[in-house]
C-alpha cells in the first residue's frame, strides 16, 4: 500500500469528538460546557488543518441524549461554544453530526454504521470518501472510516498495539496529526 497522502483542498477531515477533541469522561458523559475540556493543543491542531483540509466535520455517537442525561439543545451549546473556541484560534469546523441514539436501537445512525458520513456527503456533496481522514479513538471510528473508503489514523495510548486492523496510522494525540501528514504525506 502506498503509505503517502498528499492533503490538499479536495480532502474532507473527519474528527471524532470525545477523546480526540475533548477529554472522555470515564463511564459518563459531557453534558454541559463545564465538562467540556479541549485536550492539549486540539484548537491549534485544528487551525492548522483548516488550512490544509476543504472540509471539516465532527462526527460523534452521544447517547447521553437517548439515555434522557442531556437534551439535544444542551449538546447543541457545547458544539456550538467548541466551534467558537475554535474559531478564536483561527481554526474552523464546518459542521457537527451526532447520532443520540442508544447502542441497541434498531434503525442506528451509531458508527460505525456510515450513516453520519452519508448525512456529511449530503451537505457538502464535494466530500470524496477515498479523499478523505477519519481521526478515531475507537474500533467503530475506524470501522466507520473504512466502511467509507477514508484514510484512518487511530489515536490510542498504545501505538503500534492496538488490533485496528482498518488503521493507516496511529498515535497518541491529534497534536500528532499535523507531523503524520507532514512526514506521510505532502500538503499542497
Known sequence: ???KLIIDKSWTLFL???GV????LV?????SWDEFQFLD?????????SAWFGTIVVVTNQQ????????DADLNNIHNKMIAEIELKGGRIDKVYYCPKLKDEILNCRKP???????AKKDFPVIDFNKSV???DSISDMEFGEALGMQNIFITPNPNKSDAKVTRFETTKLQDLTSILQDKGGLQ
Open 1 to 3: 500500500m502506498e503509505n
Open 16 to 18: 471524532d469528538r470525545d
Open 21 to 24: 477533541i475533548n477529554k472522555r
Open 27 to 31: 463511564d459518563d458523559y459531557v453534558k
Open 41 to 49: 493543543h486540539v484548537p491549534e491542531t485544528i487551525a492548522q488543518c
Open 64 to 71: 447521553g441524549i437517548g439515555k434522557g442525561l442531556m437534551s
Open 113 to 119: 454504521l456510515p450513516f453520519m458520513g452519508l448525512e
Open 134 to 136: 477519519m481521526v478515531g
